[in-house]
């Protein structure tokens, strides 16, 4: 479980093909630490586990469902991903409750820009649509985020300059792919309003 409260931003150093998946190995030295083989991270919002570590890297493995839900399948050595290591019982819940399984993924269609600021619109499926309200929670590549406006296949967040300089949203440009995880009190409530036709 995690607060979508990205910690840092890691770069990928390698991936390693591990037919049918591959291995993800990313690069951030005040992580790397405080790691442990088993572990949980999650990565661009994806919850993965530690497999290896070294030094300043740690290796995540990553299988076919995984790399062709998420964009995790369109990195490249150098990218940049969102990290955050799994909640501990005390810690502080600064964003809202994420899990770490991603819903599907969502195309980036415009970005308003307003100084510092920017305002960015996302392109999306009716079936994840259908889980978002206006002032809810969103997680966006894992970042913990409050829903603004929410259409039929569209939906926009309001980005501080803080959220833009540490996390990757700040990189992303019109077109690009993002993870996205729905509030996971919407699907529980999806799923009841189903099981009343069965």
């Not at 469902?65 to 990195?75: D, P, S, W």
């Not at 039929?152 to 980005?159: E, I, K, Q």
Request: charged share 20%; glycine share 8%; aromatic share 6%.
């Amino acid at each position: 479980m995690f607060s979508g409260i990205v910690e840092s931003l890691g770069r990928v150093s390698a991936i390693i093909s591990e037919p049918p998946g591959c291995r993800l190995v990313i690069e951030e030295a005040s992580l790397a630490p405080t790691l442990k083989v088993a572990d949980s991270v999650s990565v661009n919002g994806c919850c993965l586990t530690v497999v290896e570590k070294k030094d300043n890297t740690f290796a995540f493995q990553a299988g076919p469902e995984t790399l062709a839900r998420t964009n995790l399948g369109q990195l490249v050595a150098g990218s940049f991903v969102n990290l955050e290591r799994s909640l501990a019982l005390g810690d502080r819940l600064g964003g809202h409750f994420v899990s770490g399984h991603i819903d599907g993924q969502a195309e980036l269609a415009r970005i308003d820009n307003h100084g510092d600021w920017q305002d960015h619109y996302f392109a999306i499926s009716q079936d994840l649509a259908v889980l978002m309200a206006s002032k809810g929670s969103v997680a966006v590549d894992g970042v913990s985020l409050t829903l603004v406006r929410c259409d039929r296949n569209m939906f926009s967040v309001a980005l501080i300059p803080y959220t833009l300089k540490v996390t990757t949203l700040g990189q992303c440009k019109v077109g690009d792919k993002v993870n996205i995880e729905t509030d996971i009190l919407a699907k529980y409530v999806q799923r009841l309003i189903e099981a009343k036709e069965w």
